[in-house]
């Protein structure tokens, strides 16, 4: 399984913080428009992602839901037909919701930094550092993780704990 380490927080005012990202930023990936399909499952999550930039992949993946950087575990598995296997694991697993999002990408080294416009949420930092399991690295990306915090002066107080999936659930009350 890949993995990354990440922390997604409420943004609200991107233009302020596209700026401080600019000023860090080692490469600008562009602009994606997304649309991620979520099935239901019994444990962890899984999802289509229809990406314009990236084309589509599944996604099943494992985190917990805390506000502190959180380990995730995932897979991408690229789909040549999205219609078709999203019809198929909805017939199967049954379709749980649909988000879809402005994503502009940035990178710091291994970092990716994602500005999110959300259909009925509104606008998200997310922080993903992907590593190689190793030893010393989950502190060495900790400790990355707690200085791009520091340097986009990302508030603690504004992390967010779970995933775009739940929080669509808890502000429709569909939970």
Not at 63 to 82: A, C, F, L, Q, W
Request: one cysteine or more; glycine letters at 6%.
């Amino acid at each position: 399984m890949n993995t990354n380490l990440e922390i997604k927080a409420s943004c609200s005012d991107l233009p302020l913080f596209r700026r401080r990202v600019l000023a860090i930023a080692t490469e600008h990936l562009g602009t994606d428009y997304q649309t991620d399909t979520y099935f239901r499952t019994n444990r962890g999550r899984f999802k289509l992602r229809e990406s314009r930039l990236s084309g589509a992949y599944l996604i099943p993946y494992l985190r917990p839901d805390t506000n502190e950087p959180k380990i995730s575990s995932y897979h991408k598995i690229m789909v040549d037909d999205p219609r078709g296997v999203k019809e198929l694991f909805t017939e199967i697993l049954g379709r749980h919701l649909v988000v879809k999002k402005r994503r502009e990408i940035f990178m710091y080294e291994n970092v990716r930094i994602h500005l999110d416009e959300v259909d009925g949420l509104g606008t998200f930092v997310e922080l993903e550092a992907v590593f190689e399991k190793g030893p010393g690295q989950l502190e060495k990306q900790q400790e990355k993780m707690r200085w791009l915090m520091q340097q986009l002066k990302i508030d603690p107080g504004n992390l967010i704990r779970t995933s775009y999936e739940t929080l669509i659930l808890e502000k429709t009350g569909n939970r």
